[in-house]
């Protein structure tokens, strides 16, 4: 076991659990905006899918059905603007960070290799890069990066935490660098139905790579946008000379999305009225609690897309995280995702209507 845990970094919100206790200490109960996690009902017809489907005494497929692909190839035509996607441009996934951290190692990724991710960002691209033993580097820019033993690009838009969106002709440029060196590009694109400020774009998009998928590969979850974090329903899209060889190493290890998971996928993907409904709630609450953040005097820095606040006073994290704790408030110290931001908190969208009211409150008072 200490070998393993050699490997992999502290689990970061372990650290977190004193200013937990003091946050939920308030007479009035914690307000908790730490984590993305869904707090609304999963969508009538996705449970009504779940439900049909309950009597699956069979093992899935690790390609799932032709129903589920069918769907995710029109969703990524429909959405995204992606063209001629065919079944052998997606594979489903058991949620996208199962992805995320054992990708390079199913790519065969190990000591001599590089995998890149940007310099804030989800902590998982870092561990999957240690647990398969490879190299790892974070980048403001990656196109500035040396592509010697870079085998993997991680992009990230909209950005977790910082909601920033990569513009296409950012994307373009990215893209075509890329494949000038012979990198392959994962972009994790979870959050791109969540635009506010900014209309997010897929490196899935003509615009982007120029009618070819060749290098390409993009993440997608429904975990924020049909409030699916519990189902574990994921895939990818992109390129078939990556995506084959995936699918055969997720045969061998058993990585199959189980069958009424599948189901509801087929549903939540066939549907878009959910998805205006809860971002209508999600703009709502963006709206009160960046308000409430202003007048309390924080600064509000990107934030155009994705379910979370990127705000600093200019202070340690951990001082606003003390100040926020104190008034019942949890949310995520900015170095969590690196250490450039260290003097800022991440701000979760991801509560009740209720508990967002109350923050306000606390805030504004």
Not at 238 to 244: F, I
Not at 264 to 292: I, P, S
Request: include cysteine.
């Amino acid at each position: 076991m200490s070998a393993v845990s050699d490997r992999l970094p502290t689990f970061p919100w372990d650290k977190l659990e004193p200013y937990k206790k003091t946050a939920a200490a308030h007479p009035d109960g914690i307000v908790d905006l730490s984590v993305g996690t869904p707090v609304d009902p999963v969508p009538e017809p996705v449970q009504k899918a779940l439900i049909a489907a309950a009597d699956s005494p069979g093992y899935p497929t690790v390609w799932g059905t032709p129903e589920l692909r069918d769907a995710i190839t029109r969703w990524v035509e429909r959405r995204l603007g992606a063209r001629e996607v065919t079944h052998r441009h997606v594979l489903p996934v058991v949620g996208s960070k199962e992805l995320v951290a054992w990708l390079p190692t199913q790519l065969g990724l190990g000591p001599g290799d590089k995998v890149a991710f940007p310099r804030l960002a989800y902590p998982t691209y870092e561990v999957g890069a240690r647990l398969a033993r490879a190299g790892y580097e974070a980048y403001d820019d990656p196109t500035e990066l040396d592509p010697a033993g870079l085998k993997l690009l991680w992009l990230n838009s909209p950005s977790n935490p910082t909601g920033r969106v990569l513009s296409t002709a950012e994307l373009a440029r990215i893209v075509a660098w890329a494949r000038e060196h012979g990198v392959l590009v994962l972009s994790d694109e979870c959050y791109i139905e969540l635009g506010w400020e900014a209309d997010p774009v897929s490196v899935l998009h003509p615009d982007v790579n120029g009618g070819s998928y060749d290098g390409i590969v993009s993440v997608h979850s429904l975990s924020k946008r049909s409030n699916l974090a519990g189902y574990r329903a994921a895939f990818l899209a992109g390129d078939p000379a990556v995506l084959g060889p995936l699918l055969e190493i997720r045969k061998h290890g058993g990585m199959m999305t189980p069958a009424p998971t599948q189901a509801a996928v087929v549903a939540a993907l066939g549907d878009d009225e959910h998805v205006r409904v809860q971002r209508e709630r999600y703009a709502a609450r963006r709206t009160a609690l960046r308000d409430a953040l202003l007048a309390h005097g924080f600064r509000i820095e990107h934030s155009e897309a994705s379910l979370y606040l990127w705000a600093t006073r200019d202070e340690s994290c951990w001082t606003t995280v003390a100040h926020l704790a104190d008034r019942g408030i949890l949310v995520a110290p900015g170095d969590f995702y690196g250490p450039a931001g260290h003097h800022f908190v991440r701000v979760a969208l991801t509560a009740t209507d209720d508990r967002v009211r109350a923050a306000v409150t606390r805030l504004t008072t």
